[in-house]
């Protein structure tokens, strides 16, 4: 059965963001977080798009938010450098020989990584969570 | 009745059918005039029909999974068209051309790369959709 863009765009993200060891290990996250949770951990959430209606075929172009989150600063920049290593400019016609897999249902054809930003959220008197990542645009195609 | 609205249009060159690849297309056709005025207390202008012409311009995208030869956007060929798809009694138009122009765009912006072509008719089209030439 075929899967939704924005559904084959978290799967593809979040494949990405585990398939190595990295600082936030499998803590990848869609939209809601559990409290409790440790840091630093990931979020991924929809900010935008849909059908792009650019080709006959089915496509859809997705603006899609991830970020790190942590109660140190300088884990979460580490954080959020990673992240733009392993999303930006990893798509197929980006590179193809390393790109995030669309699944059977959609070829991501490029991400391109835009606006970032930075939220610093104090929680108590002595804790800061901060919130660092950026805007990715997926373009996809329909296999 | 409906207004037409769609994009399930066919286009093929040569046979070979691009209707995938296809982003807009405008076959177009014009009719010369010649000025017939005469006579000494003649008060309006008249004409009659000149010679007709057509062209066709299109934008059709590239891919990645060569689904057509760029050697069919340049030179002479034949072109097939029909705004509402194949079928029996839509309209079709078969036209022989020769491609005048051919450009393209490349971005850092990651825009869809398209190709922009122009084509101006060898001869009279072998089906008219503008004359009334339907799918058979």
């Known amino acids: ?143 | 009745m409906a207004a037409y609205a769609t994009n399930d249009w066919y286009f093929d060159i040569d046979g070979t059918n691009l209707s995938a690849y296809l982003v807009s297309v405008n076959p177009s056709f014009t009719q010369a005039t010649v000025e017939t005025t005469a006579g000494s207390s003649t008060d309006h202008v008249t004409r009659s029909p000149g010679l007709e012409d057509a062209s066709i311009s299109f934008d059709i995208r590239a891919d990645s999974a060569a689904g057509y030869s760029l050697a069919l956007l340049k030179g002479s060929h034949t072109i097939t068209y029909g705004q509402q798809g194949s079928a029996v009694g839509k309209p079709k138009h078969v036209l022989p051309v020769i491609l005048t122009g051919i450009s393209h765009t490349t971005q850092v912006s990651k825009e869809m790369v398209v190709y922009t072509v122009n084509g101006d008719a060898a001869s009279a089209p072998t089906t008219d959709m503008y004359a009334g030439g339907v799918w058979a």
């Not at chain 1, 799967?11 to 990405?16: G, H, T």
């Open chain 1, 1 to 143: 059965m075929s899967r939704p863009a924005l559904q084959a765009a978290y799967i593809a993200i979040e494949n990405r963001l585990t398939a190595g060891a990295e600082p936030w290990g499998r803590k990848i996250r869609i939209s809601v977080v559990k409290s409790g949770t440790t840091y630093p951990y990931v979020v991924q959430f929809w900010a935008g798009g849909g059908s792009a209606n650019r080709i006959k075929q089915r496509d859809a172009e997705l603006r899609i938010a991830v970020k790190a989150v942590s109660d140190k600063m300088a884990d979460v920049m580490i954080c959020a450098e990673r992240i733009t290593e392993l999303l930006d400019d990893h798509g197929y016609q980006d590179n193809a020989d390393d790109y995030l897999s669309g699944g059977t249902s959609w070829t991501i054809l490029s991400i391109t990584e835009e606006d970032a930003f930075f939220l610093a959220e104090p929680v108590s008197n002595t804790i800061t969570v901060y919130h660092v990542g950026a805007f990715y645009r997926l373009f996809m195609q329909h296999t």
